[in-house]
């Protein structure tokens, strides 16, 4: 049941202070992005001179090698010290201290300057994610255009190979790594408290901090790009890793940033979807994308610490010089690899999992029926989400493993296409025999189910040991997950930036723009990633800047065909700019006529989402049935325990 925290009689009032013999602290100052900076840059300094001190009697310091140590401290502080700045460590320390943090006073219209500061407005950072997650999607995509300008042509080239490895090393690592918050990030923490009746988050601190990792991690990682990059690519694999320079030390701390982002994210939503559901919102009511989001945060939950784990031991091996995923003294460069394929394959379900809930969300909008099967794709999100756990050594079928352990990973991972099966279905259901408006948010969920469907038969043949040992490290695999996670996750994003637009920003998009942007995206998608198949088979291996003769015009096309989607991918954003920021046209009330819960309580949204705790009679995709029953009822009078029957939360 959801919780109702009145301020003037919660713990932290006046009167509930003077009884526990405390006294209300006033925060120490409101931090934001610049003070933030400045903290981590005097903290950066520190741990580096500290770094030093520690590590200059190292012989191999002395003998002119780097000094890890003073890199990974220097991180490590200039990270603490922007949450210093940021404000984000006034609250804990004055609990420390025996004293009552008083929240600063909070107003019903929320400023543009807030979105820079450290807020604990759900909605706040909700906006802060989605513009954030927008700039890391943009800075991937510039790196990618650099990958398709080199390959232009095999013996002309732009980059020097180093230079090329980098580059792909980091488009990789800021694509699968910052991306894997772009759903939960966004859309989660701003639509979930509205979808299941809260007025917050569980824990509204963790919130903003998931948000605040995100921003070091981002500006760390480009950091390597000054510093020699990282040879090793996205996965980090050893003893490339141990070997590289500080650019390797850069990707360890990025990451590690990005991990405790996921492991708070998910801990706060778990703990709010689970408790925080307004009377009357049994699980079998739960909108779809509440389930794709707990979901999503169990597997975060049980895999991302398996990474961290992995990137600590790494960071021993390279800063303290430990042998254990070095071979030549003990150590294994399988272990690595285990610990970061089970993070990295349910990590492709992070992607996928909150991609397809946001599709079912979304589509009985615009279809104008039920969604068909509710209980199926519950199950559906389920089962994916179990299975994504028994599949990640299929990437180490090329890697020396036992064979007898191949059979067992080929059917785990063919299995899980079953449930993957259950959601494709579903929203085909859905959309048969619908009254399907096609508005540009429908133009992207239908362009997703396309999408996928290259990327999920191609998947099955990767799943397969002879093909895999053919098809391995080439393009053909790129082209596959790029199907799959680019075709998928971001065409729906696309979608839900349309959509709830008019919710956050009480917006709308100009139509006409945003229909020319989705074919030249949709088209030259395609146009880019199909033809990478037939490159894959015909030998082309990833991450190598040379290649056959014979490939270039294929390669020429792919590249070209790049440059388009990179305009019609930019022709959107100036889309949603120029709307927000020049013409803002308004979007009026619940413009797409949907009957989720989050869509009832108006623009702008209020400060604490609902005036009283409503009490929920059905779930929200009764469109077409002619029963007009509202979902909830907003303002419940007496008990509202009561106001449920059979009193279940």
Not at 32 to 56: D, R
Request: aromatic share 14%; with cysteine; net charge neutral.
């Amino acid at each position: 049941m959801a919780i109702d925290m009145t301020p003037a009689a919660g713990v932290g009032s006046p009167t509930d202070l003077e009884a526990r013999g405390l006294k209300a602290a006033k925060p120490w100052f409101t931090g934001n992005m610049i003070t933030a900076l400045i903290g981590g840059a005097i903290f950066y300094a520190f741990g580096h001179w500290l770094g030093n001190a520690i590590a200059s009697n190292y012989s191999v310091v002395a003998s002119g090698a780097g000094n890890e140590v003073a890199i990974y401290l220097s991180l490590i502080f200039g990270c603490l010290g922007w949450f210093v700045g940021l404000g984000a460590l006034n609250y804990p320390i004055q609990k420390l201290m025996g004293l009552e943090p008083s929240e600063p006073p909070k107003s019903e219209k929320r400023t543009f300057w807030e979105h820079f500061t450290y807020s604990t407005d759900h909605k706040v950072v909700g906006v802060q994610y989605l513009f954030g997650m927008l700039l890391y999607f943009l800075v991937g995509g510039l790196l990618a255009l650099g990958i398709r300008t080199e390959l232009l042509s095999p013996v002309n080239h732009i980059w020097a190979p180093d230079t090329y490895i980098e580059i792909v090393g980091e488009h990789g690592t800021m694509m699968m790594m910052m991306m894997t918050s772009v759903v939960m990030g966004p859309f989660g923490n701003y639509l979930i408290p509205l979808m299941i009746g809260s007025k917050k988050m569980a824990f509204p601190r963790l919130e903003a901090v998931s948000f605040w990792f995100t921003v070091p991690s981002f500006l760390i990682l480009l950091s390597a790009l000054w510093q020699g990059g990282f040879q090793s690519g996205w996965t980090g694999y050893a003893p490339l890793s141990i070997q590289g320079g500080p650019g390797q030390s850069d990707y360890d701390v990025a990451f590690a940033l990005m991990a405790l982002s996921m492991i708070c994210a998910s801990i706060n939503m778990t703990a709010t979807i689970i408790n925080y559901r307004a009377p009357g919102m049994r699980w079998s009511r739960m909108p779809i994308l509440s389930w794709g989001m707990i979901t999503t945060a169990f597997t975060m939950l049980l895999s991302v610490p398996v990474l961290f784990d992995g990137l600590y031991v790494m960071s021993l091996d390279r800063g303290v010089r430990t042998a254990m995923l070095y071979a030549g003294h003990g150590g294994s460069s399988f272990l690595w690899e285990n610990l970061f394929w089970f993070f990295g394959h349910p990590e492709v379900y992070l992607l996928a999992l909150p991609g397809f809930a946001l599709t079912v969300e979304m589509l009985p909008v615009f279809a104008r029926k039920p969604i068909f099967a509710l209980k199926t794709s519950t199950a559906g999100l389920i089962g994916v989400a179990v299975l994504s756990f028994f599949v990640w050594q299929h990437h180490l079928f090329m890697s020396g493993m036992n064979p007898d352990m191949r059979p067992l990973f080929m059917l785990t991972t063919e299995l899980i296409s079953i449930p993957t099966g259950f959601l494709y279905l579903v929203a085909m259901g859905t959309v048969w025999r619908g009254k399907i408006r096609f508005e540009v948010p429908m133009l992207f969920l239908l362009a997703v189910f396309w999408n996928f469907l290259w990327g999920g038969v191609t998947g099955v043949y990767n799943s397969d040991v002879p093909v895999d040992a053919l098809v391995h490290g080439s393009f053909f695999v790129m082209a596959h997950f790029h199907f799959t996670i680019m075709g998928q996750l971001i065409f729906a994003v696309f979608a839900a930036v349309y959509y709830y637009t008019p919710l956050i920003f009480g917006i709308r998009l100009n139509d006409k723009l945003g229909k020319i942007s989705f074919w030249i995206i949709f088209i030259a998608f395609n146009s880019t990633f199909l033809p990478l198949f037939m490159v894959g088979l015909l030998g082309q291996p990833r991450r190598v800047f040379e290649y056959a003769l014979r490939l270039q015009h294929l390669n020429q096309w792919v590249s070209v065909s790049a440059y388009v989607l990179g305009f019609g991918i930019l022709l959107y954003v100036i889309n949603l700019v120029w709307s927000l920021a020049v013409t803002r046209t308004p979007a009026g009330p619940n413009p797409w006529e949907s009957r989720g819960l989050e869509w009832q309580v108006g623009y702008p949204v209020p400060r604490d989402n609902f005036e009283k705790i409503p009490v929920v009679h059905r779930d929200p995709y009764g469109y077409g049935t002619g029963d007009d029953t509202p979902v909830a009822d907003l303002n419940p009078v007496g008990d509202v325990a009561a106001a449920v029957t059979g009193g279940e939360a």
